[in-house]
């Protein structure tokens, strides 16, 4: 069942669920909600206590005015948690930009996490004039004419024509994206521009699964192997997904993620 905290001065919508010792934290996409991971979560939820929530801004979490700050983002990990009297040790998920968040976590609170899997990771928006300029357009045509003046070019990279076989999981997916609130959503990828969070994966320690997907426009899987490289120890695997990995492949997205946070390798793909 959905339930509200105020965490760090924002009302977050969070569903703690699920059974066992051992508690994941899933941290979803831009554009998303906890409801990103409603088709993995009862994989999950037969081995582990579960904690899911809907990111300031983003679905039935309070919707902010002005920018967002990074850092506070990564600290409502914290504020849940301490709500919820969660002081062990947790593994955290991360899907797309929501890998930022939970790596970002792992590498400033290396003793509260103990395992980390991460899908098409997002740790930086680019450098160079052309992509800035791209992403202020985005942002300002989104504020001024509403989600559904970019859903089409958004979804063609993050969810291509060879993934949609399954039409209703897609179009689901597509309805949740246009509810989102447009400024929250431009406030949002104007802080992804500036976020850099390369400097700071030397400095994860726990056991790190990075996702790469074969079909993710938006980030090549040559982009996620890259990242992890730059993590002790880390392994990379490439699946046949994009980069909604959780979302569009959520069978292969469990059979990937659940044996790692149990301690036993990754099934070979």
Same mark, same amino acid.
């Given at each position: 069942?959905?339930?509200?905290?105020e965490?760090? &001065?924002?009302?977050?919508?969070?569903?703690l669920?699920?059974?066992?010792? #051992?508690?994941?934290?899933?941290?979803? #996409?831009?554009g &998303?909600? *906890?409801?990103?991971?409603?088709e993995?979560?009862?994989?999950?939820?037969?081995?582990?206590?579960?904690?899911?929530?809907?990111? /300031?801004?983003?679905g039935l @979490?309070?919707?902010?005015?002005?920018?967002?700050?990074?850092?506070?983002?990564v600290?409502?990990? +914290?504020?849940?948690? !301490?709500?919820?009297?969660i002081?062990?040790?947790?593994?955290?998920?991360g899907?797309?930009?929501?890998?930022?968040?939970?790596?970002a976590?792992? !590498?400033?609170?290396?003793? /509260?996490?103990?395992?980390?899997?991460?899908? @098409?990771?997002?740790?930086?928006?680019?450098?160079?004039?052309?992509?800035a300029e791209?992403?202020? *357009?985005?942002?300002?045509?989104? #504020?001024?004419?509403?989600?559904?003046?970019?859903? %089409?070019?958004?979804?063609? %990279?993050?969810?291509?024509?060879?993934l949609?076989?399954?039409?209703?999981?897609?179009?689901?997916?597509?309805?949740?994206?246009?509810? +989102?609130?447009p400024?929250?959503?431009?406030?949002?990828n104007?802080?992804?521009?500036?976020?850099?969070l390369?400097?700071?994966?030397?400095?994860?320690?726990?056991?790190?699964?990075?996702?790469?997907?074969?079909?993710?426009? +938006?980030? *090549?899987?040559?982009?996620?192997?890259?990242? !992890?490289?730059?993590?002790?120890?880390?392994?990379?695997?490439?699946?046949d997904?994009?980069?909604?990995l959780?979302?569009?492949?959520?069978?292969?997205?469990?059979?990937?993620?659940?044996?790692?946070?149990? &301690?036993?390798? !990754?099934?070979?793909?």
């Amino acid at each position: 069942m959905m339930k509200w905290m105020e965490v760090n &001065g924002v009302s977050l919508c969070y569903e703690l669920g699920g059974r066992g010792d #051992e508690t994941v934290i899933f941290v979803h #996409e831009s554009g &998303g909600s *906890l409801h990103s991971w409603d088709e993995t979560l009862p994989t999950f939820q037969e081995h582990f206590r579960t904690l899911r929530y809907d990111q /300031r801004g983003f679905g039935l @979490s309070e919707k902010i005015r002005g920018g967002f700050v990074f850092d506070e983002i990564v600290e409502d990990i +914290n504020g849940l948690l !301490a709500g919820l009297g969660i002081s062990g040790p947790c593994h955290l998920v991360g899907s797309a930009y929501g890998s930022a968040i939970v790596l970002a976590y792992a !590498a400033r609170h290396p003793s /509260r996490v103990a395992r980390l899997a991460v899908a @098409s990771p997002v740790t930086s928006g680019g450098s160079g004039g052309r992509k800035a300029e791209a992403r202020e *357009l985005r942002a300002a045509t989104i #504020e001024r004419e509403g989600m559904r003046s970019y859903v %089409t070019q958004s979804l063609s %990279t993050s969810y291509p024509e060879v993934l949609r076989g399954n039409i209703a999981r897609f179009e689901g997916c597509r309805a949740r994206w246009l509810a +989102n609130d447009p400024w929250c959503f431009a406030a949002l990828n104007r802080m992804i521009g500036e976020m850099d969070l390369n400097p700071e994966l030397s400095n994860i320690e726990s056991p790190t699964l990075v996702l790469g997907a074969t079909h993710d426009l +938006n980030r *090549l899987p040559e982009l996620s192997q890259s990242i !992890a490289r730059q993590i002790r120890g880390a392994r990379f695997v490439e699946v046949d997904s994009g980069h909604f990995l959780a979302v569009q492949t959520p069978e292969l997205f469990a059979k990937m993620v659940v044996p790692f946070l149990q &301690g036993r390798d !990754a099934p070979r793909v």
